[in-house]
């Protein structure tokens, strides 16, 4: 696959280029599964680096002995300057016992404390084995630990604690630590590193380069004839996860080939979600399916899962959770999910971040829970009724300008307390809605002024880059207003430069993004498409 950060792979070439110069600043890689942090690594690890060492230690679901094995192999092989390959240990061992015998007996002495049973004490060799081949070598080494969370299962007690004396204490080696769990991998910075946690940069990838992502789907999905609709459904649908899109890619191309009836690019997108993430052998159900099984697996795991599955259909609140299926452990199972990175919270607001996750645990185990009782062919038909229920969805939105957009989806706010960026506030149910048009339209292209019950917001609508000059502009409107807005707010899906970012703040104006409006269409998306509650609606020009 093309790498859709190329940004984010300079950036970790240029932190190991300048470790090799003296600046030291270990990384921290932090996402959700699926997001291209392996991915990432392995675009840094096919780079040559001179007078440097590279130990790269996935650490899976596994073993002491499987983890700390590997990575004495690894070991041996950087003290033998050899690339990976599958000669046995032993063998390795008696070898470098000849050119690197400090490196060799360290690793030695690691394999007899586990032999023996001694886990703690192997580990702690294991790890001082590293040290020892970099000072007998006399070049720095990066040492990558890919999902470095799973060290916790390893039951050893102070694993974190051993690892982080050694962060703090060997300037020659630059620590790379990856994680598909984000909410873990910060608490284990912030609490079992302690101190450590300002000598990470943490990397948090979030969003892909819109524009690169959409270049490469319109590339690789030549073949349809409504390419630009299906790249920007499957960019909105599925979001910032490059295996996603890839699984999706690969398998919309193979369609192409055998599919004998034309079909609508809905229909043929529903036949592919079908065949990746609706039937059991797909890779995105089986995916969804190892995800429920982890949750289910664990204490209280089948109460966890009807609150997951609630927050999934759109309870947004513990109340209103608590009104489907009752107050019990609602809020005990909230902080498992949250632990396992199945959902987050915002302010009072709780959803599932992970949007094909979310519609497969609607489509797929909301079903089966509620006993829907059908044979494989009527399935299959409903799956695919609900992916083209999306692109309908999805459709009826992109014909609407994007003030239209914002307005139909602050319209259907319900009074929730609710955090976005670095600001939390609450979410009005506005009564009256009026959109105000500028006579000069310099800077922002629209501004709405929304009231509620002793609440004015003011909002202005972007949908070009927003500079100082249109937050300067935006906020001597709202001094204009009588009453004074309590709540500011620019909408755009472009992006801020550094300068208006800093303006905004100091003026303590709500900034949404591209990013916040996902979550808020996420978050109230089953109100927006509905005409049960239309503030009213005027408009008014600027003196």
Not at 274 to 284: C, K, Q, T
Not at 342 to 369: H, K, S
Not at 491 to 516: C, M
Request: with cysteine; net charge positive.
């Amino acid at each position: 696959m093309q790498n859709l950060r190329p940004e984010l792979t300079q950036h970790l070439l240029s932190r190991i280029y300048s470790f090799q110069k003296g600046f030291h600043r270990n990384i921290a890689l932090i996402g959700p599964p699926g997001s291209g942090k392996t991915f990432q690594l392995q675009q840094v690890l096919t780079e040559s680096f001179p007078n440097i060492d590279i130990l790269y230690c996935p650490v899976y679901n596994e073993s002491l002995r499987s983890l700390l094995n590997r990575i004495l192999q690894s070991v041996l092989l950087r003290a033998l300057d050899e690339p990976p390959h599958a000669e046995p240990g032993d063998q390795l061992l008696k070898r470098a016992l000849k050119t690197r015998p400090k490196t060799a007996r360290a690793v030695d002495q690691a394999q007899r404390a586990l032999r023996q049973r001694h886990y703690y004490e192997s580990f702690t060799r294991t790890l001082e084995s590293i040290r020892i081949l970099v000072e007998e070598k006399g070049q720095p080494c990066v040492f990558v630990i890919d999902e470095f969370q799973n060290l916790e299962s390893l039951r050893l007690g102070h694993v974190f604690h051993e690892l982080g004396k050694r962060v703090m204490t060997w300037p020659a080696t630059l620590f790379v630590l990856s994680s598909s769990t984000p909410y873990k991998a910060r608490k284990i910075l912030q609490e079992r590193f302690q101190l450590l946690f300002g000598q990470f940069e943490v990397l948090e990838l979030n969003g892909l380069d819109e524009q690169k992502a959409r270049q490469w789907l319109y590339q690789e999905l030549s073949r349809l004839d409504d390419v630009k609709e299906a790249s920007d459904f499957l960019l909105k649908w599925v979001g910032p996860y490059p295996w996603y899109l890839s699984l999706f890619v690969k398998r919309l191309n193979q369609s192409c080939e055998i599919e004998y009836i034309p079909l609508s690019t809905k229909s043929l997108i529903a036949k592919v979600a079908w065949d990746v993430l609706g039937v059991a052998e797909g890779p995105l159900y089986q995916w969804c399916q190892s995800r429920v099984n982890r949750l289910v697996g664990g204490p209280r795991g089948g109460r966890a899962l009807e609150v997951l599955l609630q927050v999934a259909a759109g309870s947004r609140t513990m109340t209103e959770m608590g009104k489907r299926i009752g107050r019990s452990s609602v809020s005990t199972s909230l902080q498992m999910l949250l632990e396992m990175d199945l959902v987050e919270r915002r302010g009072v607001c709780w959803w599932v971040p992970d949007p094909v996750f979310r519609f497969w645990l609607n489509a797929v185990i909301g079903a089966e829970r509620h006993q829907v009782l059908e044979n494989p062919d009527q399935q299959q038909k409903r799956f695919e009724s609900m992916v083209e229920s999306l692109w309908e969805r999805w459709i009826g939105v992109k014909r609407l300008s994007f003030e239209a957009q914002v307005v139909k989806l602050i319209s259907s706010f319900e009074d929730d307390t609710l955090s976005i960026g670095d600001k939390t506030g609450r979410l009005p149910v506005f009564s009256s809605i009026r959109k105000c048009v500028p006579h000069e339209l310099q800077s922002l292209s629209h501004y709405l002024i929304a009231d509620s019950k002793g609440k004015r917001w003011c909002l202005g609508v972007e949908e070009h880059t927003v500079t100082e000059a249109a937050i300067s502009r935006f906020d001597a409107f709202c001094r204009m207003q009588v009453p004074r807005p309590t709540r500011k707010v620019i909408v755009t899906h472009a992006s801020l430069s550094s300068g208006a970012s800093v303006l905004a703040k100091s003026l303590n104006i709500w900034v949404w993004v591209e990013q916040d409006i996902t979550i808020l269409s996420a978050l109230y998306g089953n109100k927006v498409f509905k005409e049960n509650r239309q503030p009213e609606m005027d408009s008014v020009c600027l003196p």
